[in-house]
């Protein structure tokens, strides 16, 4: 799963599941329901990496260095 892969880490901050695998999504969805200490953890620390780096804020902070960087390469 490129893009996926490069943000999330499994069992970290998600479990990580083929889309086209209801096998896999099926089984990811039996081990949260069973497992109320993971899915917790897996939720919280979900959470602090969104809220560390994909908020709003940081996504405007990053198109307005883009436009710097572009008007600087103009100039």
Request: net charge positive; aromatic share 0%.
């Given at each position: 799963m490129p893009?996926?892969?490069e943000v999330l880490s499994e069992g970290e901050?998600?479990?990580l599941v083929d889309?086209?695998?209801p096998d896999q999504i099926a089984e990811a969805i039996v081990r949260l329901a069973g497992d109320p200490p993971l899915?917790?953890?897996l939720a919280e620390r979900g959470r602090a990496l969104v809220?560390?780096?994909y908020t709003s804020v940081h996504y405007a902070r990053r198109m307005l260095d883009l436009f710097r960087n572009c008007v600087a390469k103009r100039v």
């Open positions: 893009g996926v892969s901050n998600a479990l889309p086209r695998r899915r917790k953890a809220l560390e780096g």
